[in-house]
Every structure is written in C-alpha cells, then in structure tokens.
C-alpha cells in the first residue's frame, strides 16, 4: 500500500477517530481538520497532524488540506443542534468551501459521508435509486450538500463518493449504550422511536468502505470516478423495543424506567417523533472496559453480518 497524506474533517468525532486510527495503522500522514472545542487528545496520541477550524473557513480548510490527495468529509453538526440556518451553513456551505479549496490543492478525491435519510420512508429495502424525500432539516441539508458536491465535482475534475449511511454503532468512550444506539442527547439519555426498525452500520465497516471506495474511484475512468453515491447499511434491522431490553441488559441494569417525552408541534409542520428514553443507572455505564471484553467475544462482532446476540430482533 501507497502511504501518502491523507485529510480527516470531523476526525475528532466518533465515525473520525476510527478512520483517523485505520489510516494511521496503514502508515499514512494523516491529518485533522475539527472545531476549536473539540478534544484532539486521541488524535494527536495516534499521530496525527491536528489543525483547529471551521469547514466553512476557507482558509481553514485551505491550510489543513497541506498536500493532501484524499479527503474523507466526515465533519457533521451535533445532533442536538436545531438551527437550521447553522445546519445548512456547516453542511453545505462547508462542502462548498471543501471543494472550492481542494480544487487549486492536490487533492484527487473526497468521500462524504451523508444519511439514508434522504430516501422517503418506506419498509423496503433502499436502493441508491430509491426517491428521494429528506424527513428533517439535518437529512434536507445532507441532500442539498450531494447536489453540490455533484456540481462541484463535475466542475473541478474532483472526484467525489458519497457514502450515505443510517445509524453508525460501535463500542465509544461513552460506553456500549452511547453507541450501540447513536441517538444520544446527554449523559446517557437515549432517544429511541416507540416503535418500528432501525438501520444500522457498524463504524468500522463504515471506515472499510470509505477507504474502498476512495481507492477504487481514483482507479477508475475518469467519467466513471468523478461523483458516485453508495449506500453503507447492514443487511438486517433491528427492532426499537428489542435493542431497548439489549441496551438495558448489556449495562448490567435492571429494566430501565421508561418515559415519552411527548409529541411537539408547530403551525409549520415540524415535529419531534415521540420518543422511549432511558437513563442507565450510573453503575451500568461505569463498567465500559467489561463491556467492550464482551461484546468482542460475540460472533460477528463488530460486523453485523451474523446478526448480534438472540435477544435481538430482525427483519
């Protein structure tokens, strides 16, 4: 394998630090391009070359792209945030400067990461050609950064792989609970619909196929390596209810009390789905270490592909 320089936007996130992490393990240079308050420390303990900003800066981005060929676009709002104006500026006016910059830089190619949830809802199974009918103003913002990164692509001779993904799990600092079920607000509480099945990727498959992906697009034809949309998603979902009672046992806890925070609403049609939360007690989120010993014992563990344990449902 070819070690060169490598850019990770967002690398001090959960989806980042593991590809910061596979990147470095491969040999390569890679570097970090995240906001001023976020925690560089596992990052920079990997070897990484960290830079402090905002995707929407262009000098920013300029500085931290240095002699980069590859850029995975991993950068994303907190999911607490609700501004719309603040998501769509960081979302696609960041895409937009990304790709201004990458185009007088060396860069060959980018990999950005969106959601599955610019397909309107449906119980089948997505295809990359399914419709397309963004929910929320995150997914309406993710669809509107794939149409400018396509323009911009086109434009630069950049090429760019979207890599559309639906809820990414895996083991994170905050414990199993923070990332087995990635809708978490604060401190252990998690955001569950009542009911209904969930999409998942585990977070290293989510690596594995960024880094595919952006190798065999630079190998390809140029028209054919230019813009392409992948879907990222495990071949089974899992039932809301069923990764409750997992989430619950897998902390070592009893039935955590259970509560519906409601349905809100505006004369304007937005909503927030009502929701099953959980708080674990303190003691289930102390023992992340036994946790993670054994969840690594499972069969198919970190990869979906034989399902998780018994107490889970699928369809």
Known sequence: MVEETVLVTGGCGFVGQRMVSSLKADG?????????????????????????????????VRVALGASRVVYHMAAPAIAIRDERFIRKMVVAGAEVLMEEAEDSRVEHVVAASTTGVYARTDDAHSED???????????????????????????????????????????????VDRLVPEVVYEGTVILPERGWVS?????????????????????????????????????????RDLLRTIARLADASMPQLRSPGLTSSSKG???????????????????????????GWPGWPSLEDGLPGELGTG
């Not at 998942?200 to 595919?212: G, I, L, N």
């Not at 909503?271 to 054994?294: Q, T, Y």
């Open 130 to 176: 399914s419709r397309l009918k963004p929910g929320n103003r995150l997914e309406r913002a993710k669809l509107d950064m794939e149409r400018a990164l396509e323009k911009a692509a086109r434009r630069t001779g950049v090429g760019v792989t979207v890599l559309r993904l639906p809820n990414v799990y895996g083991v994170g600092d905050g414990g199993i």
């Open 28 to 60: 390569h240079s890679v570097r970090v391009l995240d906001i001023p308050r976020a925690d560089f420390t596992r990052v920079i303990d990997m070897g990484a070359k960290v830079l402090e900003g905002s995707v929407v800066d262009g000098e920013s």
């Open 200 to 240: 998942c990727v585990h977070v290293d498959d989510v690596v594995d196929a960024s880094r595919r992906l952006a190798s065999s697009a630079r190998a390809s034809d140029e028209d054919e390596g230019v813009f392409r949309v992948w879907n990222c998603v495990d071949d089974q979902a899992y039932s809301t």
């Open 270 to 296: 937005r909503w927030a789905i009502r929701d099953r939360c959980v708080r674990l007690v303190e003691r289930g989120r102390s023992s992340n270490a036994a946790l993670k010993e054994e969840l690594e």
